[in-house]
């Protein structure tokens, strides 16, 4: 590839609108002039991720990662500065020729998908193709599952043998890749399929390459106790971060921006045969961190459609407080499954009731939460309390209304006044809290609050049928990156950057603070900004590109250039402003210098130095007529 120089990486990325790069990946909503999402560096509920079409960059306020196209890709995808610019130049449709020596190096665990692909076209073979098929076959259609179907998802069969898939491929793999497969078991020198006498659903990625297997028992006399066996950790899979169907259903996740969550296989196979797309399951597992922070990168809803019995409700009511905002709920009547219901009443109805049935977190938790014991007062009140503050938080009052209302029905000993009044009292709580939270640059932009965890959390264990490998599937580094929780800046630190922001964008405002030698920003961070801005515009015949700038800065302080040009500034500068921000500058450093002169007076009393009393005194009077 023929290296560009910086003016054609800057013209390639003026003729990129960054915004239709970051929003394949991260759900944008227009904010003002920029674009915001949830940030896919770090775990968050509230957007912070700030995407800037106007000036070509993101910046996340909570973690502070940011940067313009190529760095996005680079960070996203986790993969070098040319693979970038060469996806870049290919989305804008540019030909960016690549010589032999330099084409992408295979992914390392290629050999491993190679493997799980076989495996699946063996399994899919031996249920269309023989006599032990035919019966499985028959066993699927008789659960609604025909020959479309089978080949939409692949699935297949596991004979009842112990080493079908090991003779087919073993002579084709190395061993270290048969070891790391998660496809066999190996004891006293001798090699097992870790699957025998099941019907097989592939597990694929996003990308539809097979990662895993999960097996369903289907003979009668099938003694195992496992309804399901998954494959264990491996290189490639990790079934706190995979979920089954993503692959099919992202196109359709993406252009809705919403998606419905299931337990299983069947129920997503039930709800693609009822006309829904976007559907993905967790194949029986919890519902995790890493699957939150999956979807969020694509979708803004979340619809839970999980199994009706107690263990499904449960697994909504955890599922709710790992998503956050954003979330409804589909019971699922008669304590059925989502499969179970399609089959029952058909698949019209399961699409009926997954569109038209959802109800609110408010709704589902006053059911869930309700005590056993109605009769018990104290129960009752306790009820109240937990509910009420949560009515408090919904923004409709006629929502609030209805949610008292229905809070009356359930509980005997209580009229509709006592229950409002609970809500009230809190809804001056939640009224007082959101009126004393403060953003980022408060009063000079609306800019979101820090992110809810400092921290990744780290997933919990999965019970894996075994226990996972040394080398099980990690996700890239950049998702445990500490997030540096951003401290409310001062005045001053506003006025600095406000500063700073015109010099950058208005060259003649640079060039006049450049002729001052006396100058000086007060605090480090924009004083070094300062002197790299004076550099760039010299080399540049004193124009500034700003993402050129962000590249050559180290990485704290390129966090705090990228809060500077995030600032939401009128594009006119009057003609006072400038003058009012130094004027300001110069008072806040009025104000610290009296406030060090304190700070010396009080040490000179405890000393006893009269002497030194009197002198510091005297300029604290000269001063404070400074100020």
């Given amino acids: 590839m023929a290296i560009l120089t910086n003016e054609e990486l800057t013209d390639l990325k003026a003729n990129i609108n960054i915004v239709d790069i970051i929003s394949q990946y991260v759900a944008l909503t227009k904010n003002g002039k920029s674009y915001l999402g949830l940030c896919p560096f770090h775990g968050e509920k509230t957007p912070s991720f700030n995407v800037n079409a106007e000036k070509g960059f993101y910046h996340c306020f909570g973690c502070g990662k940011s940067g313009d196209a190529i760095e996005f890709l680079k960070e996203y995808k986790q993969i070098g500065f040319r693979d970038a610019v060469i996806e870049l130049a290919d989305f804008a449709g540019l030909d960016l020729k690549i010589e032999a020596s330099q084409q992408v190096q295979e992914n390392p665990n290629q050999p491993i998908l190679d493997l799980n692909n076989q495996a699946a076209r063996l399994y899919n073979i031996l249920l269309m193709s023989t006599e032990l098929g035919e019966k499985a076959r028959k066993y699927l259609e008789e659960r609604g599952i025909g020959r479309d179907l089978i080949k939409r998802f692949n699935i297949g069969l596991a004979p009842d043998?112990?080493?079908?898939?090991?003779?087919?491929?073993?002579?084709?793999f190395e061993e270290g890749v048969l070891a790391n497969s998660g496809l066999f078991h190996f004891s006293n020198q001798n090699t097992f399929d870790a699957f025998s006498n099941r019907i097989m659903f592939p597990i694929t990625n996003e990308y539809g390459h097979t990662i895993g297997f999960s097996g369903r028992k289907w003979q009668e006399n099938d003694q195992s106790k496992a309804k399901y066996i998954n494959t264990t950790a491996t290189p490639v899979f990790d079934k706190s971060y995979e979920l089954w169907n993503l692959d099919k259903a992202k196109p359709f996740i993406s252009k809705n921006h919403e998606v419905y969550l299931m337990e299983g296989f069947m129920d997503v196979i039930a709800a693609y045969q009822s006309g829904m797309n976007?559907?993905?399951?967790?194949?029986?597992?919890?519902?995790?961190?890493?699957?939150?922070?999956?979807?969020?990168?694509?979708a803004?809803?979340?619809?839970?459609?999980?199994?009706?019995?107690?263990?499904g409700q449960n697994a909504i009511y955890k599922a709710m407080n790992l998503i956050g905002d954003d979330v409804s709920i589909v019971k699922v009547p008669e304590g059925m499954d989502p499969d179970e219901y399609q089959k029952h009443y058909g698949t019209e109805e399961l699409a009926h009731l997954m569109q038209d049935g959802r109800i609110q977190p408010i709704e589902f938790l006053i059911d869930f939460l309700k005590p056993s014991n109605l009769s018990n007062l104290q129960a009752q009140i306790d009820f109240i309390d937990q509910i009420a503050q949560m009515i408090a938080k919904v923004k409709s009052i006629t929502a609030q209304d209805a949610f008292v209302r229905k809070l009356v029905e359930i509980l005997p000993d209580f009229e509709y006044n006592q229950v409002e009044s609970a809500v009230n009292l809190r809804r001056e709580n939640v009224r007082s809290n959101q009126e004393n939270e403060a953003s980022f640059f408060e009063g000079m932009n609306e800019l979101p609050s820090p992110p809810d965890n400092a921290y990744y959390d780290q997933a919990e264990p999965v019970n894996w049928e075994e226990k996972p490998q040394e080398n099980a599937y990690q996700r890239p580094a950049f998702q445990k990156t500490e997030v540096q929780i951003r401290v409310k800046p001062t005045t001053v630190e506003l006025v600095e950057a406000q500063l700073l922001h015109r010099m950058i964008y208005h060259p003649s405002i640079l060039k006049r603070f450049?002729?001052?030698?006396?100058?000086?920003?007060?605090?480090?961070?924009f004083q070094k900004l300062f002197d790299v801005l004076m550099i760039e515009s010299m080399s540049y015949d004193g124009l500034v590109e700003p993402?050129?700038?962000?590249?050559?800065?180290?990485?704290?302080?390129?966090?705090?250039f990228y809060d500077v040009i995030s600032l939401d500034l009128p594009d006119d500068v009057p003609t006072q402003e400038i003058d009012d921000l130094l004027k300001k500058m110069e008072k806040e450093q009025g104000e610290s210098q009296l406030a060090d002169l304190f700070n010396q007076l009080e040490v000179a009393k405890k000393a006893g130095n009269v002497e030194r009393e009197l002198e510091l005194t005297v300029q604290i009077v000269n001063q404070k007529k400074k100020l």
């Fill in 547 to 560: 993402n050129h700038l962000a590249s050559e800065l180290d990485e704290e302080l390129r966090q705090y």
């Fill in 300 to 311: 803004k809803k979340f619809v839970l459609v999980y199994d009706g019995d107690s263990a």
């Fill in 514 to 525: 450049a002729q001052d030698e006396k100058f000086k920003f007060i605090h480090q961070q």
């Fill in 278 to 298: 976007n559907v993905v399951a967790s194949m029986g597992t919890a519902l995790t961190e890493k699957h939150v922070r999956r979807l969020k990168q694509l």
């Fill in 161 to 172: 043998e112990n080493d079908f898939i090991f003779k087919n491929v073993s002579n084709k």
